[in-house]
């Protein structure tokens, strides 16, 4: 027996051809099919079915999706600053000197940096969802450690691990790039990159506060139980997506991110804006103990650390500027940021020592420009390319921690030895170079361009866009309208058809006067 095709099959494969077409596909994923797609997570837990990656259906990136990825950026990153306020707890607790303690800090962020280079680009080799399950319930479990440990050695070396781990952040933010439309793609990073902030800030409150009235230990056990539900939040939201560069390998990888470094404009560009933003950010807030806690001011040390919670206002304002960030080509967002942190930093320079409001003013608005910068600039450096994301995002971070070390060091020598002004003016300083920076280099450049202006001033991504693709279509020899092209073609179209109908009006006229003639002329 031979089977035929029948039309009906036909159709219906014919539609479904057409419904496939018009799903939005990366192309920098592998072809991949719902029965291709994994199902089990490291190969033995089962991913829920509602989270399995579907070509056919992507997952919607929502509100609740977005904040669940600022959460988890919370309180991991956090991980790198509960030791902080501890110092002196610790120094009780393990029986040594504080300079023995003051290795803490360091370890734990020389362990963030080289977590930052050698885990974060897996995030362009692996599938995200099961990197990030794993670092997680690596650092949890790291964290039990220094909960319960008594020797200062073990201590160190595990403090150093879970600096290595705390890399999550940087592996959600190309992730949320990758699932976010086009149009939310700033909105989204915002909130990420919002959460990563706040946990900057909260982690020396909450550690100072629950240390104020409790052990150290208490501290850590509160960073166990805040991972571990980031672990079981991640396992029940997390969506699974696939892997990016199959066809690479670990080592290729970092080759191809050490490459970027010294080829990519744009990138380099980036990080440049990023350091000095990074470095006026830590002398601010490293030089505003030493202001806080000396004359005119005199406050205690509870007193300075609310002032993280001044803070912390700037950074849930990050959200809302990601909204108009969306609606910028990010030059123009970067620039509009420069010259406010420019305008706040004055504030700060004029009346930073003088009167306790000018330090609550430049609090905020440093802290909400500083974040828009970063948002803008993300932005921009992940449209060099979709497949190199998370390289990307490493090189930018690294950039930022760079710029804290040198703003942190340089901060504190200028503030001790010629006091807080000096160290106002360094930042300003900085602040200047990177106007500099931005300005060589102009918002439509190509991408290998280093210097210069190029394709016009347009700030409004919407119109750059639409241009691009009018172009694009040019090229390809598709005439596609715009939409405007589109209505003004309609309106001929129908001035066309009203004159046709006219004429036919017309002419039916003419032919019943001519019949009522020859009626007549026969009468």
């Not at 160190?156 to 600096?163: C, N, R, S």
């Not at 919407?462 to 073609?489: D, F, Q, Y």
């Amino acid at each position: 027996m031979t089977s035929t095709s029948s039309p009906t099959a036909t159709l219906t494969t014919e539609s479904q051809s057409k419904k496939k077409s018009k799903v939005p596909q990366d192309e920098s994923l592998q072809p991949m099919t719902p029965e291709d797609s994994p199902t089990k997570d490291f190969g033995f837990l089962p991913i829920p079915r509602n989270l399995r990656y579907d070509p056919q259906k992507p997952h919607h990136f929502g509100l609740l999706l977005n904040v669940a990825f600022g959460f988890a950026s919370t309180f991991t990153v956090a991980n790198l600053y509960y030791c902080q306020p501890l110092l002196i707890q610790l120094s009780i607790a393990f029986n040594v000197t504080y300079g023995e303690v003051s290795r803490i800090p360091t370890l734990v962020q020389a362990g963030y940096a080289i977590g930052l280079v050698l885990i974060s680009p897996l995030g362009d080799l692996l599938r995200r969802r099961s990197l990030i399950l794993a670092i997680v319930a690596v650092s949890t479990s790291l964290t039990i450690g220094l909960a319960v440990t008594n020797k200062l050695a073990v201590f160190e070396a595990l403090t150093f691990l879970v600096g290595i781990v705390t890399v999550t952040p940087q592996i959600l933010i190309p992730l949320a790039a990758d699932l976010a439309p086009e149009k939310r793609r700033a909105s989204a990073i915002s909130v990420v990159l919002a959460g990563l902030l706040f946990g900057v800030l909260i982690a020396r409150v909450l550690a100072g506060v629950i240390a104020q009235f409790t052990s150290y230990r208490v501290v850590y056990y509160f960073a166990i139980g805040v991972q571990a539900l980031v672990l079981v939040g991640s396992y029940f939201i997390l969506p699974d997506y696939p892997s990016k560069n199959t066809d690479l390998s670990y080592f290729k990888i970092l080759w191809t991110m050490a490459k970027f470094a010294v080829t990519e404009p744009l990138l380099i560009q980036a990080c440049l804006l990023n350091m000095g933003s990074s470095a006026c950010f830590s002398n601010f807030w490293v030089t505003l103990t030493f202001l806080l806690g000396g004359p005119p001011y005199n406050y205690s040390t509870l007193v300075i650390g609310l002032f993280g919670l001044v803070g912390m206002f700037g950074v849930m304002m990050g959200p809302l500027i990601g909204r108009t960030i969306d609606r910028l080509v990010p030059w123009y967002a970067s620039l509009f940021s420069i010259v406010n942190l420019i305008i706040f930093q004055a504030v700060q320079l004029g009346a930073g020592g003088i009167n306790v409001a000018a330090v609550v003013i430049a609090v905020i608005g440093l802290d909400v420009f500083r974040q828009s910068l970063q948002v803008s600039l993300t932005t921009a450096v992940f449209g060099i390319s979709v497949a190199a994301r998370s390289r990307l995002n490493a090189l930018m971070i690294l950039s930022i921690f760079i710029g804290q070390v040198t703003g942190t060091a340089a901060g504190t020598h200028i503030f001790i030895n010629f006091g807080w002004r000096a160290a106002a003016a360094f930042s300003m300083a900085f602040y200047a170079w990177m106007m500099v920076i931005l300005l060589i280099r102009g918002p439509h450049c190509q991408r290998y361009t280093w210097f210069g202006y190029e394709g016009g001033i347009e700030p409004r991504k919407k119109v750059v866009e639409e241009k691009r693709r009018l172009a694009e279509e040019k090229e390809k020899g598709i005439a596609t309208p715009s939409p405007a092209e589109e209505s003004r073609e309609e309106e001929k179209e129908r001035e066309e058809m009203d004159r046709r109908e006219e004429k036919e009006e017309d002419t039916r006229v003419n032919v019943v006067d001519e019949e009522k003639g020859k009626i007549n002329t026969t009468n």
